[in-house]
């Protein structure tokens, strides 16, 4: 073949390699005798810093012609759409455009080459596995690399299967989640060759990620390589895992290799697909079930046992094949995970009556562990074993004692009642083992055994004297910072820093120009100079009026040329310009377009010359609010200069006074006679409740907040984007006296799961010093930041409960949901944690937030408390406890449904004695 070459083997491979062309290295390595591989193989080395040069020289012209096709692209989008959107926006849309970019092209080429011609299985190994072709991801190049190899020996390629093999390392991955190529290549060579797959564990869940149960014809139907980019034609040997080569020799180490359990831990498909195939006999059924026992015996967690759980119950033995591994599920109780010990005493109890002996152990194997279900379990077993058996119960009485000693105090009742309904049966080496854990159980609660069987128990400790609850006064949220005076000059003026995402920037610079436009507009006009020559004539002509930078350059392009718009319009009578309703763009947000509303006006006052001597609704705190007397002091002098307000500036005014206005201030503003002045008396009077929002959720949990219509623009525009992004700051600016509304807008991603977006406890802060009800909105704010940020939400919720804006039934129904949620999902940890928050209600209850903290417990234990068929945790003991007691502390009165539930129940327990001293207050 050599012969219908021009020059050397080596040259054809290198003109492949810097032509980054590994398809063509593939088809001439294949072809080459031994005297051309090795002629390749002692060249190749020595070209590994040219080939990353070349690779590096032309990564640079791909980067640039990308960056040129990126330029032009966004050019093109900015002229068709008028730059009227955002920058995210554009570059969202361009995304999906744009090529993806892959780098350093070279690496499979020379992957390729040594594959297919260095001269030892070892030598290739190290070769595919150096540092110099690692990137952050991957092409696949196993195909080729298989071509390359393929006219070697096959033992040469067992031999590379195999050392590949032990080269693995973890459940290796590409960038797609598909088995990584080093495994990918190991396991097609493994199939090829039929070499003897070595005892490797990550080859075994390398092998795992390489295969699924197969598609379900009616709903997957078959992927076709013509138009399915990421189909590998390798991949159809393995389409049906079970015809796969590799399928009898490595299904077995499941059971053995570290890391399938984690690795399998949410696999719900395969465990039913294996079981099917122990059915038809493909798989021999007794190797899934021994093995699924030895997985137990081994240990684990109860993650990492989960899919090998599943399995079991898959297979779902026969008693006959449980008995005969009787022994074996009895070795699992004592201390198995949870999920493997509730699985071995299912199984055992189907069976018929146990050896005495095995009896005993098995449920003394069970009492003696730390979970309440179990250790419950366990005794429901040993009534129903002793009802069966015909003698003494001294083989239980081991099991009694380790129960009545147990941390449940539901099981050391359960235990007690036992061991009294069968005191008969026990001879007296029996009594003592009971009398010995009597001096270990809790005050009082070993009695009763005690008369029955003798012996001393701890008696009951007397009620501890109630000290008498005495709180301190709620502290009230802190007083927001006044505004400092306005700069009526230049510095009052920084244009450059003026945005709509920096509110109290735009109200300062507002506030100065209106206020200098009508006290010395000579130097207004002369320090706007600059910006007014940024503004381009045809802007006239344009629309939307985006930002608050050009909306000032056209107040500064009028103030250095009256009249500018009407005489750069005035040439075109065939097209009309835009008028100030037109130009304010439709963007979301509140916070961002009221700054945008109040600037269009006033540039409209100043074209009309209708500007007043100042603006109405400047705030006087940082937070946006404005005193109701700093407003009536600002009409009345209106009223002597004979001005008008501005519409949208005297809305804006009205809705930042606080809700409750002074007398005094309240009898100063009946006396305005203006039109603005009325309005304002009669807002401080008879102000609107505000617009009451409403939580809809859905059934998958998430909701959305909705609100009837208000009449009031600003109101109204909040209602409707309460789902839209910006500052809250912003939004709490515009609506300092609705903070129900304003907290809306901050909770709403929460409802979505929005991680990004996450409401925080400084925003709860600033709503403890802003006005208004709170609502559904508040609530769920509360609640998640309680969960969140316990500690750093106490001090925002004296400071609610101090303002009376805390409503606390609905905080507690929104914990409730909190809690559930998070207990339903099956994660191996909690998000949130139900201790910290009880111990942040108990902290702020006894800082003088009692009666909220009650009406808190009240919705939480309402929504949170197990229900029939639900089970009972500590922690229901807990919430419980902590609510008798502040319910004592709060003389809180009437009756709780939940409450008076668990109250009447017959069976003992501490949560029903609880639920009982509860009811029992909640009743006085």
């Given at each position: 073949m050599?012969?219908?070459?021009?020059?050397?083997?080596?040259?054809?491979?290198?003109?492949?390699?810097?032509?980054?062309?590994?398809?063509?290295?593939?088809?001439?390595?294949?072809?080459?005798?031994?005297?051309?591989?090795?002629?390749?193989?002692?060249?190749?080395?020595?070209?590994?810093?040219?080939?990353?040069?070349?690779?590096?020289?032309?990564?640079?012209?791909?980067?640039?012609?990308?960056?040129?096709?990126?330029?032009?692209?966004?050019?093109?989008?900015?002229?068709?759409?008028?730059?009227?959107?955002?920058?995210?926006?554009?570059?969202?849309?361009?995304?999906?455009?744009?090529?993806?970019?892959?780098?350093?092209?070279?690496?499979?080429?020379?992957?390729?080459?040594?594959?297919?011609?260095?001269?030892?299985?070892?030598?290739?190994?190290?070769?595919?596995?150096?540092?110099?072709?690692?990137?952050?991801?991957?092409?696949?190049?196993?195909?080729?690399?298989?071509?390359?190899?393929?006219?070697?020996?096959?033992?040469?390629?067992?031999?590379?299967?195999?050392?590949?093999?032990?080269?693995?390392?973890?459940?290796?991955?590409?960038?797609?989640?598909?088995?990584?190529?080093?495994?990918?290549?190991?396991?097609?060579?493994?199939?090829?060759?039929?070499?003897?797959?070595?005892?490797?564990?990550?080859?075994?869940?390398?092998?795992?990620?390489?295969?699924?149960?197969?598609?379900?014809?009616?709903?997957?139907?078959?992927?076709?390589?013509?138009?399915?980019?990421?189909?590998?034609?390798?991949?159809?040997?393995?389409?049906?895992?079970?015809?796969?080569?590799?399928?009898?020799?490595?299904?077995?180490?499941?059971?053995?290799?570290?890391?399938?359990?984690?690795?399998?831990?949410?696999?719900?498909?395969?465990p039913a697909w294996l079981a099917g195939l122990a059915r038809q006999e493909r798989v021999p059924r007794e190797s899934l079930l021994d093995g699924c026992l030895s997985r137990f015996l081994r240990g684990g967690t109860a993650a990492d046992l989960r899919f090998f759980v599943r399995l079991h119950d898959a297979l779902d033995p026969a008693p006959e094949e449980v008995a005969a591994r009787g022994r074996d599920y009895l070795r699992l109780l004592p201390a198995a995970p949870p999920n493997v010990a509730d699985l071995a005493l299912k199984r055992l109890r189907r069976l018929g009556p146990l050896d005495p002996d095995e009896a005993a152990e098995a449920v003394e194997g069970l009492v003696f562990r730390a979970e309440g279900k179990l250790v419950r379990a366990g005794l429901v077993w040993l009534d129903r074993l002793a009802g069966d058996h015909q003698g003494d119960?001294?083989?239980?009485?081991?099991?009694?004692?380790?129960?009545?000693?147990?941390?449940?105090?539901?099981?050391?009742?359960?235990?007690?009642?036992?061991?009294?309904?069968?005191?008969?049966?026990?001879?007296?080496?029996?009594?003592?083992?009971?009398?010995?854990?009597?001096?270990?159980?809790?005050?009082?609660?070993?009695?009763?055994?005690?008369?029955?069987?003798?012996?001393?128990?701890?008696?009951?400790?007397?009620?501890?004297?109630?000290?008498?609850?005495?709180?301190?006064?709620?502290?009230?949220?802190?007083?927001?910072?006044?505004?400092?005076?306005?700069?009526?000059?230049?510095?009052?003026?920084?244009?450059?820093?003026?945005?709509?995402?920096?509110?109290?920037?735009?109200?300062?610079?507002?506030?100065?120009?209106?206020?200098?436009?009508?006290?010395?507009?000579?130097?207004?006009?002369?320090?706007?100079?600059?910006?007014?020559?940024?503004?381009?004539?045809?802007?006239?002509?344009?629309?939307?009026?985006?930002h608050l930078k050009i909306w000032a350059a056209a107040m500064a392009k009028e103030l250095t040329e009256p009249g500018a718009e009407a005489k750069a319009t005035a040439g075109h009578p065939d097209r009309t310009p835009p008028t100030t309703r037109e130009r304010l763009p439709e963007i979301a947000g509140t916070g961002r377009r009221m700054p945008l509303r109040r600037f269009a006006e006033v540039y409209e006052a100043l074209v009309t010359g209708t500007l007043p001597p100042y603006l109405l609704a400047t705030p006087t705190h940082v937070n946006g609010r404005l005193d109701a007397a700093e407003l009536v002091d600002r009409l009345e002098g209106y009223e002597r200069a004979g001005a008008e307000a501005l519409p949208v500036d005297l809305e804006q005014a009205l809705l930042r006074l606080p809700r409750t206005v002074p007398a005094d201030v309240v009898e100063r503003a009946a006396g305005l006679t203006g039109t603005a002045g009325r309005a304002a008396a009669r807002w401080m009077t008879d102000r609107p409740a505000g617009p009451r929002v409403t939580l809809r959720r859905q059934e998958s949990g998430d909701g959305v907040f909705v609100a009837d219509p208000t009449g009031s623009a600003t109101l109204d525009e909040a209602l409707a984007d309460l789902r839209g992004e910006e500052a809250f700051e912003a939004h709490l600016s515009v609506l300092p006296s609705d903070r129900e509304l304003v907290a809306a807008h901050a909770v709403h991603p929460a409802l979505a799961d929005a991680i990004h977006r996450r409401p925080a406890a400084a925003h709860l802060a600033l709503l403890a010093a802003a006005d208004g009800p709170g609502g559904p909105a508040?609530?769920?704010?509360?609640?998640?930041?309680?969960?969140?940020?316990?500690?750093?939400?106490?001090?925002?919720?004296?400071?609610?409960?101090?303002?009376?804006?805390?409503?606390?039934?609905?905080?507690?129904?929104?914990?409730?949901?909190?809690?559930?949620?998070?207990?339903?999902?099956?994660?191996?940890?909690?998000?949130?944690?139900?201790?910290?928050?009880?111990?942040?209600?108990?902290?702020?209850?006894?800082?003088?937030?009692?009666?909220?903290?009650?009406q808190i417990m009240a919705g939480l234990l309402t929504g949170y408390l197990p229900g029939p068929g639900e089970r009972a945790t500590v922690t229901h003991t807990r919430l419980t406890t902590f609510a008798a007691d502040v319910a004592t502390w709060a003389d809180a009165r009437g009756e709780l449904p939940r409450i008076a539930e668990l109250a009447a129940r017959s069976r003992e327990s501490g949560l029903v004695r609880q639920a009982r001293r509860l009811h029992t207050r909640l009743a006085q």
């Open positions: 050599s012969d219908q070459r021009s020059g050397t083997a080596w040259d054809a491979v290198r003109a492949a390699i810097d032509a980054e062309d590994p398809a063509a290295v593939a088809a001439l390595v294949a072809g080459f005798g031994e005297g051309e591989r090795r002629e390749v193989a002692r060249e190749l080395p020595g070209h590994l810093s040219e080939a990353r040069r070349r690779g590096e020289a032309r990564d640079a012209e791909r980067r640039a012609e990308l960056q040129r096709e990126w330029d032009a692209r966004v050019a093109a989008y900015r002229r068709k759409t008028g730059d009227r959107h955002s920058t995210t926006d554009y570059y969202w849309d361009l995304w999906v455009h744009h090529r993806t970019y892959v780098g350093s092209r070279w690496i499979e080429p020379m992957r390729v080459a040594g594959a297919g011609t260095l001269g030892g299985a070892a030598a290739v190994v190290s070769w595919l596995h150096r540092r110099d072709f690692q990137r952050w991801t991957d092409r696949d190049d196993v195909p080729l690399i298989l071509q390359a190899v393929a006219a070697r020996p096959t033992a040469w390629q067992a031999d590379l299967a195999v050392r590949l093999a032990m080269r693995l390392r973890g459940p290796s991955r590409d960038a797609r989640g598909d088995a990584g190529r080093s495994a990918r290549l190991t396991l097609e060579l493994l199939r090829r060759t039929g070499a003897e797959p070595p005892a490797h564990d990550p080859l075994t869940l390398a092998w795992l990620t390489t295969w699924s149960p197969p598609q379900h014809p009616a709903t997957d139907p078959p992927t076709d390589p013509a138009t399915d980019p990421f189909t590998d034609p390798a991949a159809d040997r393995t389409a049906d895992p079970a015809a796969d080569p590799l399928f009898d020799t490595l299904l077995p180490r499941l059971f053995d290799a570290e890391g399938v359990g984690r690795q399998l831990r949410e696999d719900h498909e395969r119960l001294d083989g239980y009485a081991a099991a009694l004692g380790a129960a009545l000693v147990g941390e449940s105090g539901e099981a050391r009742a359960r235990a007690a009642r036992l061991a009294v309904k069968h005191a008969a049966r026990f001879t007296p080496a029996g009594a003592e083992r009971i009398r010995e854990a009597l001096p270990l159980m809790p005050a009082g609660e070993g009695v009763a055994l005690a008369e029955v069987f003798g012996g001393e128990a701890v008696p009951a400790e007397p009620e501890p004297e109630a000290r008498p609850f005495a709180p301190p006064p709620l502290p009230s949220a802190p007083e927001p910072a006044r505004m400092t005076p306005p700069v009526l000059g230049p510095a009052g003026l920084p244009t450059s820093r003026l945005s709509e995402h920096r509110w109290l920037v735009a109200e300062r610079w507002l506030d100065v120009f209106v206020r200098l436009a009508a006290t010395d507009r000579a130097a207004l006009t002369e320090t706007l100079a600059p910006v007014a020559g940024l503004f381009p004539a045809e802007m006239y002509r344009s629309a939307p009026w985006r508040m609530a769920l704010l509360v609640a998640h930041c309680l969960c969140a940020e316990p500690e750093e939400t106490l001090r925002p919720l004296l400071w609610l409960a101090a303002s009376g804006g805390l409503p606390g039934a609905e905080v507690g129904a929104e914990l409730a949901t909190l809690f559930r949620r998070d207990e339903a999902n099956e994660r191996e940890y909690r998000l949130y944690s139900v201790a910290e928050v009880l111990g942040v209600l108990e902290e702020a209850a006894r800082h003088g937030a009692h009666r909220e903290v009650w």
